[in-house]
């Protein structure tokens, strides 16, 4: 390895799984970690679902101690901000004024949540994204609001509104698509899921936009582009995440909706990133893509922390081209993705019914099985997923017997 040194820059799951990978292949230089929250490295799928319905305790959630991360021999630099880098010169620039000469680098700064603009200094109104986040708005709902309002039904906000539901709290979701998580699963499943919650209580409104946020130290109705009004205690936003990668602007890496890696996860020499803020061409589906799923900042991180170490002059490069994975928990529903889904592709139910909201549905583009969903289908989900791997065509995988 050209390295002697590596500085990890993000100390969450991808970060943390990298600094393994790298001590697992037997590199035993310095790893440091420079995180900017208090925490160490926590699991971040528990916070809408567990700890928001108070059945976990924060301490839970952590994937790491710090007698674990000092046997890892990882320095650990947390409530530090990384402000640049600069590749020509090596240097990284922290928040606390230090400028690190650094050697390997490898970025896991993740993203964050996009806001509604106006309603920043309002009390009452919540992102989740970080465990802090998680925490001030458990803390409002211990305070026993009488209607939430969420705004976004993607998978943060379809699971903050399920979870919130169960805790007796009256919830309205509010939503600019036909359906809920439609850009993703398509208006056909989407619909079912909208289906869900109707049928759990939930005031769901498609089709329409956020005007306002109205109140005046504290939220207390949002305003609908559609002219309602709808009262609310408490205020949750899922519309998204960014890629925290603006700080690398003037680097001398391309920064374009993450930082672009190459097929192998090499930002440039000696760079590598990984988890929701890289950007790389995945051969497997002929795209580039950004991931922001738990899965990938697992499998990405250990790739990348392999690249940076095998460098040098005669390592082969091993190209990044995972199946992408992920799963979402709403109410008594197990929802699972594998792969990628585009408009267009064609699609066919090969276990279960709509009806029973038990089901796996194939998606095919070109004759090649590259999608399934499944609601409760873990099995299924997990077999297909293989198939994709192994580049199965969609009417063997339709045809299988799983």
Same mark, same amino acid.
């Given at each position: ?5 590596? &500085?990890?820059? *993000?100390? #969450? ?11 697992? /292949?037997?590199?035993? =230089?310095?790893? %440091?970690?420079?995180?900017? +929250? ?11 679902? !567990? ?9 839970? %959630? ?17 409530? &530090? ?10 240097? $990284? ?15 896991? &700064? ?5 806001? $509604? ?15 802090? /986040? ?46 809920? $998580? ?17 049928? !759990?209580?939930?005031?769901?409104? %498609? *089709? ?23 009262? #609310? ?7 998204? #995440? ?11 890496? %391309? ?8 097929? &192998? ?21 002929? +795209? ?19 690249? $940076? ?29 594998? *792969? ?30 590259? =999608?399934? @969903? ?17 580049? @199965?065509?969609?009417?063997?995988? @339709?045809?299988?017997?799983?």
């Amino acid at each position: 390895m050209t390295a002697r040194s590596v &500085t990890i820059v *993000g100390a #969450a799951l991808a970060g943390l799984r990298g600094a393994e990978a790298l001590r697992r /292949d037997g590199f035993d =230089g310095p790893i %440091t970690m420079v995180g900017e +929250e208090a925490h160490l490295p926590y699991d971040r799928p528990p916070l809408s679902k !567990q700890f928001l319905s108070g059945e976990w305790p924060a301490d839970r %959630t952590s994937l790491i101690g710090s007698a674990q991360l000092s046997e890892l021999d990882v320095a650990a630099r947390l409530s &530090t901000r990384a402000e640049s880098f600069e590749l020509s010169s090596r240097v $990284l620039e922290l928040s606390d004024g230090e400028r690190l000469v650094v050697d390997g680098l490898m970025i896991t &700064t993740g993203s964050r949540a996009r806001v $509604l603009p106006g309603g920043e200094r309002m009390t009452g109104l919540h992102v989740l994204r970080s465990l802090d /986040d998680a925490v001030g708005l458990r803390a409002d709902l211990d305070r026993s609001p009488s209607r939430v309002v969420v705004v976004g039904a993607g998978f943060i906000g379809a699971e903050v509104a399920s979870t919130i539901k169960t805790l007796g709290i009256d919830v309205t979701v509010v939503e600019a698509g036909r359906n809920p $998580l439609g850009r993703v699963l398509g208006d056909e499943i989407g619909a079912i899921c909208g289906e869900i919650h109707r049928e !759990q209580g939930v005031d769901l409104r %498609t *089709g329409v936009g956020v005007d306002a946020i109205e109140g005046a130290e504290r939220v207390e109705a949002v305003r609908l582009s559609d002219g309602s009004r709808v009262n #609310a205690d408490v205020v949750v936003v899922g519309i998204g #995440a960014i890629p925290n990668s603006e700080w690398l602007r003037g680097s001398g890496l %391309t920064v374009d909706d993450g930082i672009l890696c190459d097929e &192998t996860c090499l930002a440039a020499p000696g760079v590598v990133a990984a988890g929701d803020v890289a950007r790389w061409p995945n051969r497997r589906f002929g +795209e580039v893509m950004r991931v922001e799923h738990w899965d990938n900042a697992i499998e990405q991180a250990t790739h990348a922390a392999l690249r $940076l170490m095998h460098e040098g002059p005669g390592d082969e490069a091993t190209e990044f081209t995972p199946v992408p994975w992920f799963w979402s928990d709403q109410y008594d529903r197990k929802i699972q993705m594998a *792969g990628r889904v585009r408009p267009g592709d064609r699609s066919q139910l090969v276990t279960g019914s709509f009806d029973e909201r038990r089901f796996a549905v194939l998606f095919g583009r070109s004759d090649r099985l590259m =999608g399934v @969903v499944g609601f409760n289908r873990p099995r299924h989900v997990m077999r297909y997923k293989s198939m994709i791997t192994d580049g @199965v065509s969609f009417a063997d995988a @339709v045809s299988a017997d799983v």
